[in-house]
């Protein structure tokens, strides 16, 4: 069975480069612009069974902690591992994120889609962050670290 990844972004060029990424690398992927109400998107989420959201904060309908929030404050929703992708940069919203259980916590000003797609396959093939960011040391790249 295939990981179910569901990504939230209003940028369509990140969403649909991300979800052409993730369908041919072999994930089940959902997606959306936020452009439904909260409720019609965490009923989405729930029913598509996602292992993995990608979610951007800042969105124009909806409040992206707000989703983190309901999604974890439901038994069938709180084991979703959630990725952020984000330009909110300011400590309190990845504090506020934190304190929620955002999973993981990317800027987008930090680094582009491509290397944003390479960690979260390395998240979602198993690795940790840790290890994550020994091999970039190996392999020569600058660690972003989250």
């Known amino acids: 069975m295939s990981k179910k990844i569901f990504i939230i972004e209003d940028d369509e060029s990140i969403l649909y480069g991300l979800q052409d990424r993730f ?14 109400d909260i409720d ?10 996602a292992n993995y959201l990608i979610l951007d904060l800042l969105l124009p309908k909806v409040d992206g902690l707000e989703i983190v929030k309901r999604l974890r404050g439901d038994d069938e929703s709180s084991d979703i591992e959630v990725l952020i992708f984000t330009d909110l940069s300011d400590e309190d ?27 979260a396959e390395d998240i979602m093939d198993g690795q940790s962050e840790d290890e994550v960011e020994r091999i970039q040391e190996d392999e020569g790249e600058d660690v972003v670290l989250n």
């Open 23 to 36: 369908t041919s690398d072999g994930y089940d992927v959902d997606i959306s612009t936020s452009e439904e």
């Open 93 to 119: 919203g990845k504090a506020r994120s934190v304190g929620l259980g955002v999973n993981h916590y990317f800027l987008k000003s930090e680094m582009d889609v491509n290397e944003f797609a390479d960690r």
């Open 40 to 49: 019609e998107l965490v009923k989405r989420i729930k029913a598509f069974r």
